[in-house]
T-cell receptor
Framework: DAGVIQSPRHEVTEMGQEVTLRCKPI?????LFWYRQTMMRGLELLIY????????DSGMPEDRFSAKMPNASFSTLKIQPSEPRDSAVYFC???????????FGSGTRLTVV | LAKTTQPISMDSYEGQEVNITCSHN???????ITWYQQFPSQGPRFIIQ???TKVTNEVASLFIPADRKSSTLSLPRVSLSDTAVYYC???????????FGTGTRLTVIP
C-alpha cells in the first residue's frame, strides 16, 4: 500500500495566486481529513469528509478556502486568492475505522510570498 | 470535547524508559485514548490506542487507570530515532478524535 499520497510536496506561490493541493487516500478508507500545521497554531483540522460528503468544515479559515472530494480516491484543497498567512504544511489523512487511527500523508509545504 | 494536557517537552538518555502522561479529566464514557508520533517534516503516525487498563504493541505500552482521567504512554529503551513530538487525543471516534493539542516534544540524548 502506498499510503496517503499528497502532491505537490512543496509549493511556492505569489500572493493572490490560486493554489490547489491534492490528496489520494488509502484505497478502501471512507474518511478523509485536511489539516494545517504551523508553529504558532499547531495542527488544526480544516475539514473532513465521510463517504465523499463534507461532514464538518468549521475549521476552514475563510471563504478563500474550499475543499472537494469528487470520488473516493481523490480530494483537493484550494486556496484562492492565497495570502502569506496561509503559509503552512497541509496534511491529508484518511481512515477506515477510527479505532485504528488515521494515516497521514507526507504533507505539502506551502509558502506564499 | 475532552481537553488534554501534556508536558511541553521531555529529555531522556538513550536506553531509558520514557513515560509521557496525558491528563484528560473530562473524558466521556465512549471516549478512546489515542497517541500519535510526529517526526520533523512528516505527518503524525498512529502509535497506540486504548480504552482502559493496559494496551501493548510492538512500539509502546499505554497505561490507563481505572478512573481514565489520565493515561501514560510508555516507550521502552528509547533510541535517538524516538526523538519526536507525541500527541495524546481523546474522543469517541467522531469529530472529537480529530483535535491535536500541543503535544510533548521528546528529545533523546546520546
Amino acid at each position: 500500500d502506498a499510503g496517503v499520497i499528497q502532491s505537490p510536496r512543496h509549493e511556492v506561490t505569489e500572493m493572490g495566486q490560486e493554489v490547489t493541493l491534492r490528496c489520494k487516500p488509502i484505497s478502501g478508507h471512507n474518511s478523509l481529513f485536511w489539516y494545517r500545521q504551523t508553529m504558532m497554531r499547531g495542527l488544526e483540522l480544516l475539514i473532513y469528509f465521510n463517504n465523499n460528503v463534507p461532514i464538518d468544515d468549521s475549521g476552514m479559515p475563510e471563504d478563500r478556502f474550499s475543499a472537494k472530494m469528487p470520488n473516493a480516491s481523490f480530494s483537493t484543497l484550494k486556496i484562492q486568492p492565497s495570502e502569506p498567512r496561509d503559509s503552512a504544511v497541509y496534511f491529508c489523512a484518511s481512515s477506515l475505522d477510527t479505532a485504528y487511527g488515521y494515516t497521514f500523508g507526507s504533507g505539502t509545504r506551502l509558502t506564499v510570498v | 470535547l475532552a481537553k488534554t494536557t501534556q508536558p511541553i517537552s521531555m529529555d531522556s538518555y538513550e536506553g531509558q524508559e520514557v513515560n509521557i502522561t496525558c491528563s484528560h479529566n473530562n473524558i466521556a464514557t465512549n471516549d478512546y485514548i489515542t497517541w500519535y508520533q510526529q517526526f520533523p517534516s512528516q505527518g503524525p503516525r498512529f502509535i497506540i490506542q486504548g480504552y482502559k487498563t493496559k494496551v501493548t504493541n510492538e512500539v509502546a505500552s499505554l497505561f490507563i487507570p481505572a478512573d481514565r482521567k489520565s493515561s501514560t504512554l510508555s516507550l521502552p529503551r528509547v533510541s535517538l530515532s524516538d526523538t519526536a513530538v507525541y500527541y495524546c487525543l481523546v474522543g469517541d471516534g467522531g469529530a472529537n478524535n480529530l483535535f491535536f493539542g500541543t503535544g510533548t516534544r521528546l528529545t533523546v540524548i546520546p
